[in-house]
């Protein structure tokens, strides 16, 4: 089969083989659909692999801004430089 991929005549790889020139054509015809099909898949196996890694990196700065937003709120309800006081 090999050889019909690479090129060889179909013809003379039918006779040394004993199967006809069809019957040969269709093998590398659904040979080759089947690894184009198993390339898209991987296509979208890596596209929604990369969407969930996006997505996990969305919500960890979501969570973190959040964090920050109370942290300031706090800071903020503590007066101006609440967190600091004087040794005086």
């Known amino acids: 089969m090999l050889e019909a991929l690479r090129g060889a005549d179909l ?3 039918s006779r040394r083989h004993g199967v006809t020139a069809a019957t040969l054509s269709a093998w590398r015809d ?3 659909a089947s690894g184009e099909a198993g390339l ?3 296509e979208v196996q890596v596209d929604n692999e990369e969407t969930r890694r ?3 990196v969305v919500a960890d ?3 973190e801004k959040e964090l920050l937003k109370e942290k300031i709120r ?3 309800a503590s007066g101006p430089l609440g967190w600091w006081r004087s040794k005086r």
Do not use: G, I, N, V
């Open 11 to 13: 013809e003379s790889l």
């Open 30 to 32: 659904d040979f080759l």
């Open 40 to 42: 898209k898949r991987r």
């Open 54 to 56: 996006l997505k996990s």
């Open 61 to 63: 700065l979501a969570t």
């Open 74 to 76: 706090h800071l903020a």
